[in-house]
């Protein structure tokens, strides 16, 4: 019974993270139609943001987040300006091969900075065991699933009653439409980079508290996209569902079935989800009247 | 030295929108729209007749700089709202000029609810604004109501068209553009609608410019219309004029004198008038 729920409680700390890392991913292919392939980079570079921060200024986490949340969403703002904007009309396949030479570029660019060495990100968090319904946690790994739930619950509330929000589902809805009632199709783009690179830092720096801070953490990236694909590619909130899910099969195939598989299953999900229900558990549906 | 020209069609009355020899290419290749002028005077309908492919959504893009989007581009000629010109502006800031389209097939955020869609119409204006304009659309289509929290998607087709120029509405509109608002409607369905466009434009002083494929029931509520075939316009004229029209009648009322004309008469027929004009 022990294994059974330290093999929950860690799926459900590495679901987490996937699930955010997820949500990044979906909110950029929801508004903007284009699959970010430098998601996973913009987590470890945010990470490595917080990193630096924290060995300048000593900051302790809630400060830190408050600090590298807007520095992230700006860094996406910039990127957005420089590489994705340029390419608006372009074909989709072109932006998303842009999306991966920036991939390339920011892992680079963090090994430069901060060499390959790997940190540990502690940011004033204790080691402590914390024990919820009997199972243990470190501190951070409860971090972890509460910021989860806190960016699902704040991301449902601004896409259902903010007029942003409402305006990003209306982008990623009628892109025409949106440009007739006088929504900036542009801004909207724009606005999901900043949110998503935002969802990345918090990503990111859980991530490295709870696991480690190396140049490898880009990986997460790729590894969160089996969650991506069960949410539904488009669906925000299915992501954030589908991330921590993904973390509990990875986790329970490899305790009980066999090692190794924590690093297919998931890809093995994309597969089966793929064949039977291309849309996703969550993902819209094309609406079609006939 | 300064040249006034006179309209003689409307005297006294200045357009409020005005197309000047507008030419209009897709890819910067095929001509989709050539040498239009129009003008649509404050106040008034305007009907904007012809047959599938004609060019009068190409139009309604242009005007509402939306062309881009289809890789479309106007060459030449100019758009002017109020006698200053408005091509190359952004569709946000058109739309802030009170210049509103409700497109061809409704193009309704199938995914929002009816609520959020006339939430997204009056995106442009205050909240407050917004709030008294959404209470307006409540009073003029109650179906909207009571459907407010339905996916727009599922609505019938009546329904989506009521959101559809309920959402322009939110936009408090001076200029309502309405591409063939009859599309796949029932009959009844379509007098619901007429009227509910008639009673904007005589009542509330919205003027209109609608696009059609049906023309009688445009020449029914319109005071002035445009013909256009192939992407120039052919005719225009009062609606009675067009109405007493041979070729509007034979063409686009179906209103045959006499006895039928084989098809290839038809076609002979229409090759020459297009060559005339």
């Given at each position: 019974?022990?294994?059974?729920?330290?093999?929950?409680?860690?799926?459900?700390?590495?679901?987490?993270?996937?699930?955010?890392?997820?949500?990044?991913?979906?909110?950029?292919?929801?508004?903007?139609?284009?699959?970010?392939?430098?998601?996973?980079?913009?987590?470890?570079?945010?990470?490595?943001?917080?990193?630096?921060?924290?060995?300048?200024?000593?900051?302790?986490?809630?400060?830190?987040?408050?600090?590298?949340?807007?520095?992230?969403?700006?860094?996406?703002?910039?990127?957005?300006?420089?590489?994705?904007?340029?390419?608006?009309?372009?074909?989709?396949?072109?932006?998303?091969?842009?999306?991966?030479?920036l991939a390339v570029?920011?892992?680079?660019?963090?090994?430069?900075?901060?060499?390959?060495?790997?940190?540990?990100?502690?940011?004033?968090?204790?080691?402590?065991?914390?024990?919820?319904?009997?199972?243990?946690?470190?501190?951070?790994?409860?971090?972890?699933?509460?910021?989860?739930?806190?960016?699902?619950?704040?991301?449902?509330?601004?896409?259902?009653?903010?007029?942003i929000g409402i305006?990003?589902?209306?982008?990623?809805?009628?892109?025409?439409?949106?440009?007739?009632?006088?929504?900036?199709?542009?801004?909207?783009?724009?606005?999901?980079?900043?949110?998503?690179?935002?969802?990345?830092?918090?990503?990111?720096?859980?991530?490295?508290?709870?696991?480690?801070?190396?140049?490898?953490?880009?990986?997460?990236?790729?590894?969160?996209?089996?969650?991506?694909?069960?949410?539904?590619?488009?669906?925000?909130?299915?992501?954030?569902?589908?991330?921590?899910?993904?973390?509990?099969?990875?986790?329970?195939?490899?305790?009980?079935?066999?090692?190794?598989?924590?690093?297919?299953?998931?890809?093995?999900?994309?597969?089966?989800?793929?064949?039977?229900?291309?849309?996703?558990?969550?993902?819209?549906?094309?609406?079609?009247?006939? | 030295?300064?040249?006034?020209?006179?309209?003689?069609?409307?005297?006294?009355?200045?357009?409020?929108?005005?197309?000047?020899?507008?030419?209009?290419?897709?890819?910067?290749?095929?001509?989709?729209?050539?040498?239009?002028?129009?003008?649509?005077?404050?106040?008034?309908?305007?009907?904007?007749?012809?047959?599938?492919?004609?060019?009068?959504?190409?139009?309604?893009?242009?005007?509402?700089?939306?062309?881009?989007?289809?890789?479309?581009?106007?060459?030449?000629?100019?758009?002017?709202?109020?006698?200053?010109?408005?091509?190359?502006?952004?569709?946000?800031?058109?739309?802030?000029?009170?210049?509103?389209?409700?497109?061809?097939?409704?193009?309704?955020?199938?995914?929002?609810?009816?609520?959020?869609?006339?939430?997204?119409?009056?995106?442009?204006?205050?909240?407050?604004?917004?709030?008294?304009?959404?209470?307006?659309?409540?009073?003029?289509?109650?179906?909207?109501?009571?459907?407010?929290?339905?996916?727009?998607?599922?609505?019938?087709?009546?329904?989506?068209?009521?959101?559809?120029?309920?959402?322009?509405?939110?936009?408090?509109?001076?200029?309502?553009?309405?591409?063939?608002?009859?599309?796949?409607?029932?009959?009844?369905?379509?007098?619901?609608?007429?009227?509910a466009i008639l009673?904007?434009?005589?009542?509330?002083?919205?003027?209109?410019?609608?696009?059609?494929?049906?023309?009688?029931?445009?020449?029914?509520?319109?005071?002035?219309?445009?013909?256009?075939?192939?992407?120039?316009?052919?005719?225009?004229?009062?609606?009675?004029?067009?109405?007493?029209?041979?070729?509007?009648?034979?063409?686009?009322?179906?209103?045959?004198?006499?006895?039928?004309?084989?098809?290839?008469?038809?076609?002979?027929?229409?090759?020459?008038?297009?060559?005339?004009?």
């Amino acid at each position: 019974m022990d294994f059974f729920l330290l093999l929950i409680s860690t799926g459900l700390v590495i679901g987490a993270s996937y699930g955010l890392i997820a949500m990044g991913f979906a909110l950029v292919y929801k508004a903007t139609g284009v699959v970010n392939f430098a998601h996973g980079e913009l987590v470890m570079l945010t990470a490595y943001i917080a990193f630096s921060l924290t060995q300048i200024f000593g900051l302790s986490f809630i400060p830190l987040m408050l600090v590298t949340i807007p520095i992230s969403m700006v860094l996406g703002l910039t990127l957005e300006r420089i590489f994705i904007r340029p390419m608006l009309g372009e074909p989709v396949f072109s932006i998303v091969m842009v999306t991966i030479g920036l991939a390339v570029i920011l892992r680079g660019v963090t090994i430069m900075i901060w060499g390959p060495d790997p940190h540990n990100l502690t940011a004033g968090v204790t080691r402590d065991v914390i024990r919820v319904f009997g199972i243990p946690f470190y501190a951070a790994q409860l971090m972890s699933i509460a910021a989860l739930a806190i960016c699902t619950t704040l991301g449902w509330a601004f896409l259902r009653f903010s007029r942003i929000g409402i305006s990003m589902r209306a982008v990623a809805s009628h892109e025409t439409a949106a440009l007739l009632v006088g929504i900036s199709v542009s801004r909207t783009h724009a606005m999901a980079w900043a949110l998503s690179s935002g969802l990345a830092a918090v990503a990111g720096v859980l991530f490295a508290m709870n696991f480690k801070l190396a140049p490898d953490l880009w990986f997460q990236g790729l590894k969160s996209f089996p969650a991506v694909i069960l949410g539904g590619l488009d669906s925000i909130l299915g992501a954030a569902f589908a991330g921590v899910i993904i973390g509990l099969i990875e986790n329970l195939s490899q305790g009980y079935i066999g090692q190794g598989l924590r690093e297919i299953s998931g890809f093995i999900v994309i597969i089966i989800v793929l064949m039977v229900r291309p849309y996703g558990l969550f993902g819209d549906r094309d609406i079609e009247r006939v | 030295m300064i040249l006034i020209i006179l309209d003689t069609r409307f005297p006294g009355a200045p357009p409020m929108l005005e197309l000047r020899n507008v030419q209009v290419l897709y890819d910067r290749a095929i001509e989709a729209v050539r040498d239009v002028s129009l003008a649509v005077p404050e106040g008034q309908m305007i009907a904007l007749l012809g047959s599938n492919g004609a060019g009068k959504s190409t139009i309604l893009k242009a005007i509402s700089g939306v062309l881009y989007q289809e890789n479309g581009e106007i060459m030449s000629g100019s758009v002017a709202l109020d006698g200053k010109p408005i091509s190359g502006l952004q569709p946000g800031d058109i739309v802030r000029k009170g210049i509103i389209q409700v497109p061809e097939g409704r193009a309704l955020f199938a995914q929002l609810t009816a609520e959020e869609n006339l939430l997204m119409g009056g995106i442009t204006r205050s909240r407050a604004d917004s709030r008294a304009a959404m209470d307006m659309v409540y009073d003029l289509f109650p179906r909207v109501k009571e459907r407010r929290h339905q996916t727009a998607g599922y609505l019938s087709g009546g329904e989506q068209q009521m959101v559809a120029i309920g959402r322009a509405l939110m936009a408090n509109p001076s200029l309502l553009m309405l591409d063939e608002p009859s599309l796949g409607l029932a009959p009844q369905v379509v007098d619901t609608i007429f009227d509910a466009i008639l009673n904007l434009n005589q009542s509330s002083g919205v003027t209109v410019l609608l696009v059609e494929q049906n023309a009688q029931l445009a020449l029914d509520v319109a005071s002035y219309g445009y013909i256009i075939e192939n992407g120039r316009i052919v005719l225009d004229g009062t609606v009675e004029t067009l109405r007493k029209n041979d070729d509007v009648q034979e063409f686009y009322l179906g209103m045959s004198g006499g006895e039928r004309k084989s098809m290839r008469d038809v076609k002979h027929y229409k090759r020459r008038k297009r060559w005339l004009s």
